[in-house]
């Protein structure tokens, strides 16, 4: 309405509930202008939520994230654990020295306890209910303390990591994770570009917006070690062992010259909204399915990861000042009760900075970029990951409905046709032709043309090059 967004008719409203009637009553004793004045300072705080927007996000979102990184969080997060079996051992002990005292002051002989833990098991006489009772209160408690993270293993905002490559991100949330590789594309021929592209488009269309997307490109320095067991050609039992040694060679000799070390990887992650992990694995299943039927068409090679995997590329990410391997099993989490969390996270977290981060001793920052659909090109994605150095690239994919889509960009249409009128009137006012247009309003028509394609998600189509 008005060509105003829902939120900002809403803020509009208050700010007129609240302005115009402090207005008529301060008018009489304070005069025309100050009432004036004091009505448009109330008015402002509604208006600033109305307009203002940074890096895709509100100003009360952008107002909440500064309260919480400046107030409510610590700035350096330490690695902290939390391990189940201790506050157990706490609770035995205390539970015992609270025995003991009540036997001394009756007189009477204290009785040995017996209970002990050992790799994550209870021995002796088993919890009574009120023990159990008070575990399951602290646990409630850690749970509500770790929204509010204080340590570097709270910093990792995900709840559960299932061997099967499942990540229960919150409540509702469960994702899954893909490796593809590359494709020449920058190499192929133009007819062979525009198949490969048709291609990617019908790729991203497939996802709806009940499924979350993010692709994340990771350049990273390894170890010459790591780098060397990256290319190496195992042996098979055939005549083309030699060949394979040759190549094998080649490769070797062409790290000691000078190779910059850097692996290149990427993945899809994807994810939905589901009750429970049962109900989310099947969906997740049948998602897989068709993302690794879709990247063959395109002749890409994938690999889903299970979850030892999905850790060890955090692990990887996180501790990157070290080049530390990642030792974990899963079987480790019930031996000595912390999570899978401990074992990837870094030895710190420092947000001190305004706009730079540490984590452990390597220093990053990240920058928001929002790209318009007809600034995009093919070489973009390429450009950056030609960087010689650590980078993670990111892209966050809304899929937008089709029907909201649509009725986004008729309207857009309206407006420029409204647009085209009044400025055809002001030409005919003037004495000029009424099919001359301004240069800007000609450059909108063409931009907004550009989109129509494009109006289902495709706008943000980026080739794997």
Not at 54 to 70: R, Y
Request: proline content about 3%; charged content about 30%.
């Amino acid at each position: 309405m008005f060509n105003l967004t829902k939120r900002q008719l809403i803020c509009f409203a208050l700010a007129a509930a609240a302005g115009v009637p402090v207005y008529f009553l301060a008018k009489p004793g304070l005069g025309i202008t100050t009432a004036a004045m004091l009505m448009v300072v109330i008015m402002l705080p509604f208006i600033f939520f109305a307009l203002y927007e940074k890096d895709g996000q509100p100003a009360e979102k952008i107002l909440s994230h500064v309260v919480k990184s400046m107030f409510l969080r610590d700035r350096v997060r330490p690695y902290r654990t939390n391990n189940l079996y201790a506050a157990i051992q706490r609770e035995i002990k205390e539970k015992e020295e609270l025995q003991l005292e009540q036997q001394k002051s009756q007189g009477k002989r204290p009785k040995p306890q017996q209970k002990s833990i050992r790799d994550g098991k209870v021995y002796g006489d088993a919890l009574s209910a009120q023990e159990k009772k008070k575990i399951v209160m602290q646990k409630k408690k850690d749970k509500k303390a770790k929204k509010i993270a204080k340590s570097a293993q709270q910093t990792i905002p995900y709840i559960e990591m299932c061997k099967d490559g499942i990540c229960k991100v919150n409540s509702r949330l469960y994702t899954k994770t893909i490796r593809f590789h590359d494709i020449n594309y920058q190499l192929a021929q133009n007819e062979d570009k525009t198949a490969i592209f048709e291609n990617w488009c019908d790729f991203l269309n497939y996802f709806d917006s009940s499924i979350f997307v993010q692709f994340s490109f990771i350049n990273q320095r390894t170890s010459i070690s790591e780098f060397k067991k990256a290319i190496h050609i195992p042996e098979q039992d055939d005549e083309f062992n030699d060949i394979r040694k040759e190549y094998s060679d080649m490769l070797q000799n062409q790290l000691l010259k000078g190779n910059n070390g850097l692996l290149k990887r990427k993945y899809i992650t994807f994810g939905i909204e589901a009750e429970d992990l049962r109900t989310a694995k099947s969906k997740l299943e049948r998602i897989e399915a068709d993302i690794l039927n879709n990247f063959k068409t395109l002749g890409v090679k994938t690999e889903a990861l299970s979850g030892y995997e999905r850790l060890k590329v955090l692990h990887d990410v996180f501790n990157m000042d070290s080049n530390e391997p990642f030792r974990f099993s899963f079987d480790m989490v019930a031996r000595t009760g912390l999570s899978s969390k401990d074992f990837i996270a870094p030895t710190s977290f420092d947000f001190r900075e305004g706009k730079c981060f540490k984590m452990g001793k390597t220093i990053g920052a990240v920058s928001f970029l929002q790209i318009l659909a007809p600034e995009l090109n093919d070489r973009m994605l390429a450009d950056f990951l030609d960087m010689d150095s650590n980078i993670t690239v990111n892209f966050h994919i809304r899929t937008i409905d089709q029907a909201k889509a649509i009725k986004s960009i008729k309207m857009k249409i309206t407006d420029l046709d409204k647009m085209k009128i009044e400025e055809q009137k002001k030409a005919v006012r003037s004495g000029y032709d009424m099919d001359i247009l301004p240069s800007d309003l000609s450059m909108w028509v063409a931009i907004i043309y550009s989109y129509l394609p494009l109006s289902h998600s495709s706008a943000n189509c980026l080739p794997i090059s």
